[in-house]
């Protein structure tokens, strides 16, 4: 009964991609004409006896925020996009609009393939779980199955350093170490869609380096990126598109370059 | 179309049903002594202590006062327990509904398997209480997987309504707390159903929670089938409740994001 934008499309991708084999340029991401719109009332209402009682008051007023106004946009394969934009412009609930977290109020969005949300690492980590068991948990929210999990476990341990801590319980772990089991398990998919806010570098300065080289390795495995950040040089450095949101609203798309020198001159 | 997506959604989300139900079985005893041993002792312990406290007052017009309690009392904190973690499902899911795509119904469902796998790790304890009181086995005794069943379906219709409302009112959880007391008291756990008046015994049979307790007794505790005009208001009103729930929940999924 609750099903995700992607698997719909999946199918309509399949049945494109019969009839024109260039895969280049596969549409990954169609937004057309997203709109959010949140309705909020000025005072948290959240309990039944407030909700009646300003009912019958007749007094519930609705405020209606629009976080992300008429935003369209295609990404083909191996397009790398960056969101850029002031706080609250609206880039992170379009990110979230994209990997299915919110649906948008309107508007249509397609998605296709897999999708690796390096959003917040270990998001879904019990604190009671050894990491072993949190490997696998964790796993198991980001849609991986059991066997995949099992034969690419002794990867995962690898990657992530941990060795004999693996068995001990997470609230038992330092920060550093549980993102480095986080990101250890985020990546282990290759995923069709990388959406990150801001550039990962996560655990000690030997764990940075290697995270870094295997986002790295992912871009140029000809992965579609979404990024947010807040450094324009890193934008610059990785996407090859931008866009520049204000309120919601596009305010300019298009060739990184061009856009970044636009919004940084208007900032100035 | 619309099935296939689903069962294919389903079908990839599966093993995360599994570690939510595994995580919350074990978290539940972890760190305990007696670990999964509570599932036994609990009942059992309520159950000698109902029955030294009621089975004096009540004891003289039922065959066979524990097997009666126990059968009340497992059935009906089933029902609370599972309930209860469903409503409180989506909220604690949270953290992860926030930040990435998971079916929500997901949730609400591994919080009622999991107390469904402990309702049946308690029947075991009703096994041993009827060998240890003498009460005779009957092949009848099989067909209490009818009330149970339809008790299950019933208990996820009201969960999704129940997680559905938590996610935008808070306060039904102590609305909700005092409903599951009073409901107690409705079920006719340590008392016979004959001292209820006539004209309230109607009420009784409207609740599907005793009507699932009543048809576990008649194939337990009396050795025959369920009564069939029982079960088959257990049957429909679980099947009705079911069915709001789906409804409740899928309309109001989208919104949850915004409140938790």
Redesign the interface.
């Known amino acids: ?4 934008n992607h ?2 499309i999946n199918e309509y991708n399949s049945l494109q991609s019969e009839k024109s084999d260039s895969s280049q340029d596969k549409v990954v991401i169609r937004a057309e004409k997203i709109n959010m719109v ?2 909020m009332s000025p005072e948290k209402i ?4 407030e ?1 009646v009682i300003k009912w019958l008051k007749r007094d519930i007023k609705r405020e209606k925020f629009v976080a992300v106004n008429d935003v369209s946009f295609i990404l083909n394969k191996g397009d790398r996009m960056g969101l850029i934009g002031l706080n609250g412009a609206g880039k992170s609930t379009l990110l ?1 609009i994209i ?5 948008p109020t309107n508007g249509k969005i397609t998605v296709s393939g897999k ?1 690796a ?1 390096l ?2 690492l270990g ?2 980590f ?1 604190p ?2 050894s990491g072993r068991e949190n490997i ?2 964790n796993g ?7 066997e995949f999990l099992e034969s690419r476990y002794d990867e995962i341990a690898e990657f992530s350093e941990l060795g004999r801590f693996l068995e001990i319980p997470i609230k038992n772990y330092s920060s550093g170490m549980r993102s480095k089991l986080g990101f250890s398990i985020a990546t282990i998919v290759e995923p069709d869609i990388l959406i990150l806010d801001e550039v990962l570098s996560v655990g000690d300065a030997k764990f940075r380096k290697k995270s870094g080289d295997k986002i790295k390795s992912l871009f140029n495995s000809g992965v579609t990126v979404l990024l947010v950040s807040h450094s324009i040089t890193q934008i610059k450095e990785l996407c090859n598109k931008v866009i520049w949101l204000e309120n919601g609203k596009i305010v300019m798309s298009g060739d990184a370059e061009t856009v970044c020198d636009a919004y940084l001159k208007s900032v100035e | 179309m619309l099935e296939h997506r689903f069962i294919k959604n389903f079908t990839k989300y599966k093993f995360l049903l599994a570690e939510l139900v595994k995580r919350d079985i074990t978290v539940k005893y972890r760190g305990s002594a007696l670990g999964i041993f509570w599932s036994f002792l609990n009942p059992l312990l309520t159950m000698v202590v109902l029955t030294i406290v009621f089975g004096a007052l009540f004891g003289k017009n039922i065959p066979n006062f524990p097997i009666y309690v126990l059968t009340g009392y497992l059935t009906f904190s089933f029902f609370s327990a599972a309930t209860k973690i469903a409503m409180n499902s989506i909220k604690k899911g949270a953290p992860i509904l926030k930040k990435m795509y998971v079916p929500k119904y997901i949730y609400a469902l591994a919080g009622i398997l999991s107390e469904t796998i402990n309702l049946f790790i308690s029947m075991i304890v009703l096994v041993l209480v009827m060998m240890a009181t003498g009460c005779p086995f009957s092949i009848f005794n099989l067909a209490a997987i009818l009330p149970i069943f339809f008790l299950i379906i019933f208990t996820v219709g009201c969960g999704l309504i129940l997680a559905s409302i938590n996610v935008f009112f808070k306060d039904i959880k102590y609305l909700y707390g005092v409903f599951v007391r009073l409901l107690m008291y409705g079920c006719a756990i340590f008392y016979p159903i004959t001292i209820i008046p006539e004209r309230f015994i109607l009420l009784f049979y409207a609740n599907p929670v005793y009507c699932a307790i009543s048809g576990l007794r008649d194939s337990i505790l009396y050795g025959t089938f369920p009564n069939p005009f029982v079960l088959l208001y257990l049957a429909v009103v679980s099947v009705f409740a079911l069915i709001i729930g789906i409804i409740v929940f899928y309309k109001s999924q989208d919104k949850f994001i915004l409140y938790i």
């Open positions: 009964m609750d099903t995700p698997i719909e949140f309705e959240d309990n039944i006896k909700y979230k990997a299915g977290v919110m649906k999708i949300p959003l917040e998001a879904g019990d009671n779980y696998f948990l198991a929210i980001l849609g991986y199955s059991k």
